[in-house]
DNA sequence: GTCTATATACTGATAGAC
DNA sequence: GTCTATCAGTATATAGAC
């Protein structure tokens, strides 16, 4: 367990690390080889270039993120027949990408923020590296969640699905403008407090009643008017 | 109203453009002012540095956007002394945010994005960005909407409006995701059906009771156990 | 105000010795 | 597997002519 770490993991190791922190664009190769106290040359060698390193990260996480969170979703509807609780479903989901103490290869958070992070860099690989990581996992949670709110339609249903990524995604890239928002009453790096702080919120989302449809010469949305000055 | 564009405006035009689509260290000076049929020292001549460049699009875009926003919100509440309803507060912090007719500059969901971009870029002064821009409003929209769910305690709030920011950020900086996911289905360009399907998720969200609290001994959330063999 | 020319530094990639 | 040396490309910054 203490174990001699290879040159390879220490690589990949620090560039999640780094990539994290401060994106993947803004991470020089050579900075990263000297970090982890390899050769400048070790990328090339041990993963191709640049860009399959990052493929490598995201393999070595997503593995058994994907495997966690599948084996939550199923044990939530184990023993009876009945469908799962929405709020089981949710934890299901969320837990196993914030949950540090179950750092199955180097901590939720720090991975979870890294998949933030790149989304602000528009790299041209990365619609297909989350896809491939992603999506199967993605729609299983819409299959269920759509079978404990049956009333929804499945466009709802995605949409709210978007809007728990939203949640995740952005507690964890930006726990700062809570933290000072809030003068310090909020702690986003209190993962317990804040999984038991998002569940009601998205589950009672969850069974909110569809929006109201939007058929051409509808009512528009229930509003004292008023505000219909302006256009 | 047709009007002469001077350089300096166009510089601003297009540097938001591209920021938004690309991120901030990775739009160059140099495409900047090529794209905007200036010179390569002009921005340098007007702004004095790239980041004194990126302020001037934030208090561009901002002024009219909080005053946008504060002035959705005291519609809310006018003519009787009654508090707003919930979604009409959520539709006050939203719509002026999202709603492109209403380009007081050049278009909401083109400069939200801008935001979410950023935030991902870890600048050393955009934590000090984001304050002065919008924590006084924010904070604004925090009040009222504790005024309508009075029941909550404020941390709670808090961490729920967090949410909210986290599901606008979020559907703007990555529409592709939910795209693909839904095969089509769910259209984020669609800012309309956006707001619609957004509002009655989040007003829910914020009616569901207080988080469960987490005492030191209490019993774990409610759950079928089974799942405790972990650990 | 605009433009050219250039200084200085850093990027990812790669060949080839050891 | 590791290392040095170097390629070609691009970044921001800036001096100085016009």
């Not at 900075?31 to 040359?41: K, M, R, W």
């Not at 995605?158 to 995604?169: C, D, E, K, P, T």
Request: proline share 4%; glycine share 6%; hydrophobic share 45%.
């Amino acid at each position: 367990m203490v174990a001699k770490t290879s040159t390879r993991d220490r690589i990949l190791d620090i560039a999640e690390r780094l990539f994290a922190s401060r994106g993947y664009k803004n991470v020089s190769v050579r900075e990263l080889t000297a970090s982890a106290g390899a050769n400048l040359a070790s990328i090339r060698y041990y993963f191709g270039s640049k860009d399959q390193l990052l493929y490598a990260i995201y393999e070595r996480y997503c593995t058994p993120l994907n495997k966690a969170r599948l084996q939550r979703l199923a044990d939530c509807a184990e023993g009876d027949g009945r469908a799962p609780r929405l709020e089981q479903i949710i934890a299901a989901f969320l837990e196993p990408a914030l949950d540090v103490s179950v750092d199955a290869v180097g901590g939720g958070a720090r991975f979870t923020r890294l998949r933030a992070v790149l989304i602000g860099e528009n790299l041209d690989f990365l619609e297909d590296l989350i896809a491939r990581n992603f999506d199967a996992t993605s729609l299983a949670f819409v299959e269920a969640i759509h079978k404990a709110v049956p009333a929804l339609g499945r466009e709802e249903v995605l949409w709210r699905f978007s809007f728990v990524l939203g949640i995740l995604h952005y507690t964890l890239i930006d726990p700062n403008r809570i933290r000072r928002l809030s003068r310090g009453l909020c702690d986003p790096g209190d993962t317990h407090g804040l999984i038991r702080f998002m569940i009601p919120f998205i589950a009672e989302g969850f069974r909110a009643p569809s929006a109201p449809s939007l058929a051409q010469g509808a009512a528009p949305r229930a509003r004292r008017t008023k505000k219909e000055k302006a256009k």
